[in-house]
């Protein structure tokens, strides 16, 4: 049953501390979204890329957020420093293979900083 | 641009009652539509899409949703709920402006289902 994997599963840190979530798309997906859930913004898409290649990363804060793909089989989303208004939880889908239009999701990386 | 609107942010129901989720979305193009659900502490799970061809779609656990175009409208049927069926549900849209791989999500449902 392939999934896509997230560590760790929560964080917590204290303001100013560096974070970085990891994730493990799909074998065979090409596509890797970053997004964080939080009550007030809901879903917000930070970043996505495709074939390891940063498409769009609108939504990210630039000055505190990095998202990369060392290789097809990691990509990281790193916060630093880290401020309590980045307390949320992050998840990370891929999408590609066969269904190309669908986005399977990690489970989620509760980050609290404190 | 695209964009969802969910028009309840919570629906309680009782259990084997049926249940309708109201999604709307505003685009001029061709558009693909998806339903998520988000059980506690856990990710997004796929319920169903529309992607073309017939309006009626059947996804899992029981799930249908209606694509209407000339009322934008995506909403999420199930004529018999389950307790298990409890979970925040989530409306999607691609389309060609994000890319038909970027979602925009609706503020989500969130679906009580008391005994």
């Known amino acids: 049953d392939a999934r896509v994997t997230q560590t760790p599963r929560h964080k917590v840190t204290e303001m100013g501390q560096e974070v970085t979530m990891r994730c493990q798309p799909i074998?065979?997906?090409?596509?890797v979204f970053w997004y964080r859930q939080t009550m007030m913004q809901g879903l917000e898409l930070l970043a996505y890329?495709?074939?390891?290649?940063?498409?769009?990363d609108s939504g990210m804060p630039k000055d505190r957020f990095s998202a990369e793909m060392p290789d097809a089989t990691l990509a990281t989303l790193k916060i630093q420093p880290s401020e309590p208004r980045d307390s949320a939880v992050y998840f990370c889908?891929?999408?590609?293979?066969?269904?190309?239009?669908?986005?399977?999701f990690g489970p989620g990386t509760r980050l609290t900083v404190l | 641009a695209q964009s969802v609107t969910q028009l309840d942010s919570q629906v309680p129901v009782f259990e084997e009652a049926p249940v309708e989720l109201r999604c709307n979305y505003s685009?001029?193009?061709?558009?693909?539509l998806f339903w998520y659900v988000q059980y506690p502490n856990q990710g997004l799970q796929l319920l169903l899409k529309?992607?073309?061809?017939?309006?009626l779609v059947k996804g899992i656990n029981g799930f249908e949703a209606e694509f209407n175009k000339s009322q934008t409208s995506f909403h999420l049927r199930k004529p018999s709920v389950h307790i298990s069926d409890t979970a925040e549900y989530f409306c999607?849209?691609?389309?060609?402006?994000?890319?038909?791989?970027?979602?925009?999500f609706g503020a989500g449902t969130r679906l009580a289902v008391h005994p």
């Open positions: 685009s001029s193009v061709s558009v693909y």
């Open positions: 999607a849209v691609s389309g060609p402006s994000g890319g038909y791989n970027k979602l925009i």
């Open positions: 529309y992607l073309s061809g017939s309006t």
């Open positions: 074998l065979g997906h090409n596509t």
């Open positions: 890329f495709r074939n390891r290649a940063p498409l769009d």
């Open positions: 889908a891929s999408g590609g293979g066969q269904e190309t239009d669908t986005q399977y």
